[in-house]
């Protein structure tokens, strides 16, 4: 459990305290090496350096463990810096996730109740099979619960994917209620699995991050591995079915060009790809107003990843 | 009212009908001018030509309008062509729409009252005003009745504009009460509002076809147009909210490339974007499906406007 | 009248003296609320800070706006601060504009005169009614005055708008001379008309910088509703034609891409693109040249917005 | 075995003869079902009409099949065309796939001894009983020799994803001498895996087409799953080295564009990804100038799939 | 000259006359060789066939020829086709090529005359000597008189090349008045020599056809080389001023994609880019409006090469 | 010969040393003019500044030739910078330019040695006769040796270009083994001149840097000038085989986005193109790995020429 946190350090603090090690990379100035740390928690980063014995601290830890520090805190080009003397790997017991990352709102066991009340509403044998194969799969399960929804731009928080999930399943049942030829249980399970391939792909210990999976295979990809190895395993599984649902999950981002290796070729398909659209878009622009409305400021900062301004609306009345 | 329709036409026929004029046009063959037809009705086209008087015929109608034709059904390079003898404009009284254009399935006057209903559930007073100040004008609602909600690839039929429309404010009403910062009046009437200006854009006398505004000015800015000059008409309307309401009718394409002249930046704007882009497709894939659907084809024709085949699914019935 | 101008600014002054506010946010410190401001006039811009009473000061004045400082120079990270005590808005009297926006080395009258000289020049009775209602509106009169061609890029000046008018009007009147079936009178109409939107896209106070509209609605659709107003005000202007002159406001920067809703599909509308890309370009490469090419420089800095170096040509002998 | 093929065919000839179904389609003419074939052998294509009997004769055989037919050759709009009395499957042992489909120049056992040899140059343990699990797989050998290495535009034929395969290979092996950092095996291992989805994602029955899970999964994703099943197969297999063999196979087509879920990232995967691209061009080029250099042609037909036209080259001197 | 033009052939003529040769190739037809021609003049194109002795024929005369035909025309798929029974080159003296080339309305050596008045305005003695070696080179002066300004697009008739060059000088002449860094007699030069490596990429012998040497090289690249041989030729040349001459010409195209291999970088490169294009889109816009606007057409036919139609405008009142 | 290197400068030191002016420009602060420098050597660049004298020290030398400088050492934003209080230009017996340019591991004698082997490899007399006058012009050997084969991202440094023509050889080598069609001695020619215009594109002074030419013509386009130049001295080069040579050299970047002015349209080309892709990119991947490999990084920095990380692999040693 952490006392002190980024965002409160001052100069001249002494500090004992429990970071995440978020990189690591060992440098030279003047012909002597030192160890440039970037350390964090969920108030900020701050940058760490290491001069005594470098090499010895560098192998404590990897990048994305929680290791506990022993310093000080100087400046360095005007901002704060922590010179390190010492630095180990925290231990199970003594972290509490939470000082780390930020978490949804919502309660992530109620969430997951949620979760499960939509599994159970899929009527089709085989599809009702698959998904309580997913449910009884407890590392899955608790990857579900913690991966958040995207890194950086939506839902980025433990709980997110459920929460996400939720909300896509939500606007697909109300297509299914709208479009006539919509396979409902399918629709409902390509929601339920779309992004499931998050869990291998983001690492959510001290800070989120790509694993190496995420970037050599690739969030989509790894979700239609792991539905591939679920199917694999019930006998009589229809093909048909299951290529129907692999689409669903290979191309939910509906284009090439963002990494669906296939397009949306069925009605299913096509819903659900703007069903997590409109989600994953409505989420990043209420984070982004939420944020940014601050008194006086009525269009936030230029967002790069969609190449625009956002605007947070009037001031309210009552001000 | 039509008796006899395109694909009912053999050769040998003589033929004395009704035909919509779809094209005009003035050639020469062996030093002699002719005139080339493009006639058709809801259930086809066929080429005629005019080989006594082309340049007096030529006068009697524009494109677009209803004709009476006489001559007989001859073959040019195997395929049926009308020999026109005679053709006139036909008379206002003559012409049963129904004969020439596709029509929703569903009744004109009662899409129509859902339209009024959604209308009614706006509360905020100035949206609502504007919305009445709409329906009040009798040819922007006879507009609304019979035009198409696209030319070629969805809702392509008299009455798509009001269906289209009220699914996309359906999606925006779950929206609504799933985002919390949304406005859902805004939302709603930018719902209602958003290709009002198919109006100007497409003509639907006897065959759908754009307009010269559709083509000079575009079916958005035309929209923007006609919500501009009520605006106008209503005193103290707010700017920062006629701001807002035109950016979700100019902003709706979510796209430079696919003419929006700018994109969302409202979550109102990305919302109504989603639910206007799922919409469209989910009709588009379902009037694909339905139409290519027949024994033993599993896949469509390639669909040009979005590169792909669309899979029609296994056969059912006794397999 | 200012006395000091931020170039001028050193450290240890005391300040008392008029700034454009263009931005301002409150921040938190170590669990203080502070307000920082950025400051500018048209020699440059310089960061201020307020640590007493930050939120009664930041609604003082909205951003755009002149506003008196007393305060004292320090340096934050060997850059220049204000550290601001006192705050208000400037009053109309006290404010001369030129202190804050560059300006047309030429006189803003005169080419206020020619503008007027190219309107006598158009023929066409209706479309000289309607440039003559323009110009008897005095805040667009006022407004094509003061605005500047371009937000950074080109004629980035009180009177660019003018200048940049004329200039295309130039280059069109040489077309219409060049290409037999070009309307004239058309044509100049649509080069006098065709950035008249930016009237209301950009705000000209203390600073440049985009409206809520200009945002919101864009310059060229901005354009269009203006065009469509004064149309509606007059009788028995000929639809055709006003399609035709929208058509070239719409259309003129060429492609969806850049934000024109409708791509040139007339050849006025062709030539009018062209014209403005020119004179766009020339005086943007124009600005660049003349600023940048001191002693020793042959080369521009990269230029993003195009994606590339300007040559500057060889020194010149004499030097 | 056939003895009368697609290019021989003429108006007049009584034909009971063995073709491949290419497509299928129930029609309708004026009033009327009827049943449109395209049949198809090694030689050409040619359209089928059924008038009696059309449901019936439609629910004989599926597209892909080959089958027996009864009928005579007439001509429509100056094609020949083949009026169909009769049609039935063919037996397994009436047919000879090399009547039907273009088959290597080379010796099928031959590539794949050679095929083999490569697997056994592996050196890496974990590797090499990987590629063991492979060719221990009887449907996936089978596969490998009869799946053709691209559906149009590149080894076209049976064969040809063996002799696609194999001069990747070499390509990689020269390129795994020149740069030092290239873990060979592991390199030539993705090499001979990247395009085996091809064997899932093509039918080579009659004639080449996709699969279903060609169009729903994509080759590039079938053989992630080919190899993630064997991999999950093989205990200890070390996980990074099945990702970065993943990889290879998954970002082999280079760019997202080109329906890659991840572009390259390794050294190994941007090697194969140019070897890949050399080789399929190199025998794309090959295979057009062989075929279209008659005499006194000196330029390709348009190309459409990489939009240029293709030099043939002079004449040879001694014409 | 010829008597009988491709548009007045008809089924049962027989014909003795002068065709240009587009197209030849040898092909089967039920193992029995023939040739297939594509034969033309200035009035249309004709298919041809040769069923004796099509490999001598074949060998009488190179595509881009002007031959002489017996014959006689019958129909095939309902369509004009030539029967040839013999076939020679013509001689230089009995052809004409006016028959086979659409030819500047306006008089070759007058055009000529301008462009040498052109060459005289330049004053840079430099610059004002490569232009003189480029008149004094007889077979440049041929190539420009008879060279078209494009192949389909604009400009494609004998002349073309001139007139459009005249034109592009005409504009720059113009900017070059309105903007004070142009280098005039640079940017002129610029303009004349622009498109001069069309004489080597476009062959105007009986149709305009793209050279080898277009194709593999490309008219930008052999305009730079022509340019570069006479600068090689020039004692003293200046370096910098033969770098910024070669820039106009490499870079006139605008982009890369449009297959200039830099784009424009100065300001005279930047105008003459534009003024290239105005003229080219103005005169294609020209073009197409006077081929297309016969009576009762409003819209061009879909523009392939810029997608769209374009407006023919309003019939004339007083027809 | 320098003593003292940029990375090794430290705050307080006195300095007499040899670096290369990198950067110069005239600035103005508080009303004074003083002069900016970059200055550099091959290990790293420093700020420079000199306030006496400064428009005459301006003048002492160009950007990119090696300078003598008095100054020392200060820190400026907490980075060091040199106040420079002499600069003469360097003289040539004063220089080695091994301190300011990174050189190939490999002896360049020994690369140009294995470069005239493979000239004499080739048969063909024309293209024999070509290569030898290319090594026959000793300042084009000279810039053979000392150019770099690119300006950062693959072989940057002396001797570069050779390295990397002579590995795109060699896969040609190979590919012409392996494809039946391939003129082996014009895709080797082809290798050996395809990057020769980067002699007069790039300057290797005191640092890599383009030249005018290779900003404004390009480095394709110098080497055709350069390649053309020579087959003008050929008494009786075959035509065809120059427009093939040539179009090596234009398309072998591939496409024209990438700056060829046409794309490959031969065998040789397609195969050329590949070739020198792989070898660039498997070039830069290996600098990248080398440099960042270091103890605890597993990936690169975001690498922005082509937007993404690079694997770095698992660290090897005690595993």
Redesign the interface.
């Known amino acids: 459990m952490k006392n002190l946190f980024v965002k409160?350090l001052?100069p001249g603090n002494e500090v004992t305290e429990f970071f995440v090690l978020r990189k690591?990379?060992?440098k030279e100035y003047?012909g002597q090496k030192f160890l440039k740390l970037e350390l964090g928690d969920k108030t900020g980063r701050i940058e760490g350096v290491v001069w005594d014995n470098p090499?010895h601290i560098?192998?404590q830890a990897?990048?994305g463990e929680i290791v506990k520090i022993k310093g000080w805190v100087t400046t360095?080009?005007?901002t704060p810096q922590l010179k390190v003397e010492k630095l180990r790997k925290a231990k199970e017991k003594e972290i509490d996730l939470s000082d780390f990352l930020p978490t949804s709102e919502r309660d992530l066991d109620s969430l997951y109740e949620e979760f499960k009340k939509v599994v159970s509403s899929v009527k089709n044998r085989e599809l009702r099979k698959l998904l309580e194969l997913l449910i009884a799969d407890s590392s899955l399960v608790e990857g579900l619960k913690k991966t958040p929804g995207g890194k950086l731009w939506h839902h980025a928080y433990v709980g997110g994917l459920l929460e996400h999930t939720l909300?896509v399943a939500?606007?697909c049942e109300?297509?299914a209620s709208?479009?006539?030829?919509v396979n409902r249980d399918l629709l409902i399970t390509g929601a339920l699995a779309h992004d499931i391939g998050k869990i291998s792909a983001y690492s959510a210990r001290g800070f989120f991050d790509y694993t190496?999976?995420g970037?050599?295979?690739?969030h989509?990809?790894s979700g239609?591995?792991i539905i591939?190895?679920k199917i694999?395993a019930i006998e009589g599984f229809p093909s048909?079915l299951a290529?129907?649902l692999?689409?669903l999950i290979?191309s939910h981002q509906g284009q090439?060009?963002?990494?669906?290796?296939?397009?949306p070729?069925?009605?299913e398909a096509?819903?659900l790809h703007?069903?997590d659209?409109?989600d994953a878009?409505?989420d990043a622009?209420?984070h982004i107003?939420?944020t940014q409305k601050?008194?006086?400021?009525?269009?936030s900062d230029w967002v790069h990843l969609?190449?625009?301004?956002?605007?947070l609306?009037?001031e309210e009345e009552n001000e």
């Open positions: 409160d001052k690591k990379e060992i003047d090499e560098h192998d990897h990048t360095y080009k005007e909300k939500q606007i109300k297509a709208m479009y006539e030829l190496d999976e970037r050599l295979v690739g989509i990809v239609d591995e591939d190895r694999q048909d290529l129907q692999k689409h290979l090439l060009e963002f990494a669906s290796p296939v397009v070729q069925t009605i096509i819903i703007y069903a659209e409109m878009k409505a622009f209420t107003i939420k601050s008194r006086g400021k009525r269009w969609i190449n625009r301004y956002i605007y609306g009037e």
